[in-house]
């Protein structure tokens, strides 16, 4: 279990870890809409690469990126010994 | 500290139960195809389908009747990853998600992707910032949450007012759309339907609670994806050679934006915070699909994207799911399961909206209005689209589609066998009923955990406890099916319902987990602003008093909910030094859940807490 002295650092690296995942992530969501109507003129796969853009691709990045968070955060409880037990 | 084995609970034969589950399914399906084949009419295809559906998830919901406290409430802790993300896929997709997402992007095209970003988004920010935490506490309804985390019962109560009207109003909607599916698929009256279906999804929450919805949830997520995967998978066959509709529907709309271009289109551009979803109604496709900002404006589509974000995340249901994993990790692990699941029929349904465009623009533009093709026709009968022409050559403004019922539609488009065009509906049917479930088991747990027992000083016993559930879900059953009965526009009433939370739970949500210096007086602040704001814009723009989009209300409840929760904190006290150590403990995943702890405590000292 988890050291008093280490519970501040384990949630100081979990804060960093959230903002790390969730800031670019909602940038790439907010800021590709305002260009996918012009990037619709070109295509990828025979598909309009800016509705490819918002529908595959953000769709993508949005399980990489949650599996990529519950993968660094497991790391992040056992570094500090904050994992539940198995 | 009491420290739990996960794999201890989880039963080992799930996988295989669930096997047998999709195998009956699909050989229900292969058994109504012969019946066809053997001239079994079209309408007693749809009723086997629709009775099918229901009873099949039924015997699940009736074989998890349970009678313990922690089964009832946090369905036994013990729903592993995999299942529990599919269970929250279909209750927070349901038949909005399943249905009438796909049909705003048939009529309305890209600008639908405020909804598709707006789900995913929300999904991903439960995963990260609010899941893990509420799991951690392990209280049984979000309202408990707020209740242990500040150790007041006034919170605990407004908070609960909040989350019943965010339940009741998605469950409302989810209901009427799965009472439309039942209509579509037995032809019996719309009001006998949402009867019959409030009945059976509060019957099984009653016999079930939290551990019945969550395994019926992932049954009915397995009927949804295969309903909705094979007519997506065959139009893919038939048109590219590609069993994956999900990357060959896009280039229909190169080819077919020629057509698009060809015809003549009122030129809209949307005003910078306007966000108008089409109605249910038969309305015309009169825009381009890849052109955007034509529904919703340069702001309302961000600001959308995050009002649909935060108030999914701030879901009540979310809290009783969160709950029902072994462990913080599996919750997270469930949440990954869940967006990535949530991603792959989101692109799916897409898919549909896309190859129903195809076949509306290559087969139906253009012909003479009385001499459109035999497909469209029946479709005209059942009244999901209509040609406003028959006398000169049909032109993209002059087709109307039904926005919950248009992609329904694509399995009679391709000419498939009527089976496959129940099988859509039956899935339609499961989304809706999932979601349903859910938030009927949400609302009556809150009502019953928070509003009618969460006055007293002390918990109730465990099966008293339990009883009042039951009578609880029993209630919100009710209290669903009269509200769905008056429900016109299911899209835009579960729209009410996520703005609601966006706006009036979110923001306390977000800072009762991030910053611990939040006060009781702060949370009760923030979260009365949030939702009288957020409330007071819809009703004004409802009425018409004022023009703004339902979503946008919570654009401006939300930030007025943090700016006061934040003013009054920094006005009042110091939490003490129990919220203090509970905050530090919910941020730790390893060791005994806080509520469960509490409960322990409670029982074997037999004394008062202040929830």
Known sequence: ?86 | MANVRRSRFVNPRLGVFYSIFTSAVVAAVCGLMIGELMSLGGRLIGGMMFGVTVLFVGLIGAASTNNTEADFFAGGRRSPAFFAGLSLTMAILGGVGTVSIPGVALRQGMDSFVLVLGWISGLVLAAVVIAPFIRKVGAYTMPGYFGIRFESRTVRMLSAIIAAASCLLIAAAELKLAAIFGVMMTGQPLIGLVVILALVAGGLGVLGGVRGVSWMGAAQAIIATFAICVPATIVSLMISNLPLPQMTHGALYRSSGWIERAQVLPVKAARLFEASFSGPGLMPLDTRFLDMYHAVGYGALPFGILVIASGLAALPMLAQRAGSTPGVYDVRKAFGWAVLITGFLLLTVLSLAGFMRGYILQQVVGVAGDQLPLWFQSLEQSGAMAAQTKTRTVTLPDILVRRDMAVLSLPVAAGMMETLVRLAQAGALAAAMAAAGAHIVALGTIISDDLVAGFRAHSLAPQRRIAVGRIGIGVAALAVAALALFVNDPLRIALAGITIAAGGLFPVLLLSILWKRLSRAGAFAGLLAGAVVTVALMALSSSGQITMAVTMAAAVGGPTSFLVAAAVTRATSKPNRHILEIVRDMRVPGGETVYDRILRLERRNKSPTAL
């Open chain 1, 1 to 86: 279990m988890i050291d008093w002295q280490e519970r501040k650092i384990h949630w100081r690296d979990t804060k960093w870890q959230m903002a790390a995942i969730l800031i670019p992530f909602f940038l790439a969501v907010l800021v590709l809409p305002l260009y996918a109507e012009v990037l619709n003129g070109k295509s990828v796969f025979g598909i309009p690469l800016g509705y490819f853009l918002l529908g595959h691709a953000l769709l993508t990045v949005a399980a990489v990126v949650t599996a990529g968070f519950v993968n660094r955060q497991d790391a992040i409880d056992d570094w500090h010994g904050a994992k539940e037990d198995n």
